[in-house]
T-cell receptor, first 110, second 112 residues
Framework: DAKTTQPPSMDCAEGRAANLPCNHS???????VYWYRQIHSQGPQYIIH???NNETNEMASLIITEDRKSSTLILPHATLRDTAVYYC???????????FGTGTRLKVLA | ETGVTQSPTHLIKTRGQQVTLRCSSQ?????VSWYQQALGQGPQFIFQ???????GRGNFPPRFSGLQFPNYSSELNVNALELDDSALYLC???????????FGQGTRLTVV
């Protein structure tokens, strides 16, 4: 079973920040938080990952709470092309498998 | 573009037949994983190969098998196809020791 809980769906207005929450209350000390997204039947696209510090790259920011039991993926200026299913995964570094849940279906509205 | 390519993109097979799906990993990536994604579900881990050896397997029967070649390309073979094997099959490659994996675009298999 997936170790993460995400809302099944969210809407966001184009140009606004999209904040996608993820609960991972049973996360272990050596487990990273990964975010991927999947745009309609394409392969999942890597977005960002982190261990305990907040992370930012050209696509998004990842905010991890101090107790590491939850995190938020932030897309700072959502566009229509960000409409996708977003998956939050926790997994040890270098592990051989990801356990996907059902993700959050984000719809960006014009 | 992730540099991970899969072929074919679409495939239709008859129940009971055998199928081989192919994956070319991103340059330098020595680890490949395969996933099955049924419609409306998240991907499910099938198995992983590292340096031509299987080093992890999910809850899939033995009729799902694989190979990894010296150039790190790989195959997924499924024997005795069942209707429930209809799915998007994804491969993902990484460099052993790195954290993130990169996925190909998948092969859509339909079993009729």
């Amino acid at each position: 079973d997936a170790k993460t809980t995400q809302p099944p769906s969210m809407d966001c207005a184009e140009g606004r920040a999209a904040n996608l929450p993820c609960n991972h209350s049973t996360i272990s000390g050596n487990e990273y938080v990964y975010w991927y997204r999947q745009i309609h039947s394409q392969g999942p696209q890597y977005i960002i990952h982190g261990l305990k510090n907040n992370e930012t790259n050209e696509m998004a920011s990842l905010i991890i709470t101090e107790d590491r039991k939850s995190s938020t993926l932030i897309l700072p200026h959502a566009t229509l092309r960000d409409t996708a299913v977003y998956y939050c995964i926790v997994s040890p570094s270098g592990t051989y498998k990801y356990i996907f849940g059902t993700g959050t279906r984000l719809k960006v509205l014009a | 573009e992730t540099g991970v390519t899969q072929s074919p993109t679409h495939l239709i097979k008859t129940r009971g037949q055998q199928v081989t799906l192919r994956c070319s990993s991103q340059s330098g990536h020595n680890t490949v994983s395969w996933y099955q994604q049924a419609l409306g579900q998240g991907p499910q881990f099938i198995f992983q190969y590292y340096r031509e050896e299987e080093n992890g397997r999910g809850n899939f029967p033995p009729r799902f098998s694989g190979l990894q070649f010296p150039n790190y390309s790989s195959e997924l073979n499924v024997n005795a196809l069942e209707l429930d094997d209809s799915a998007l099959y994804l491969c993902a490659s990484r460099l052993q020791g790195d954290t993130e994996a990169f996925f190909g675009q998948g092969t859509r298999l339909t079993v009729v």
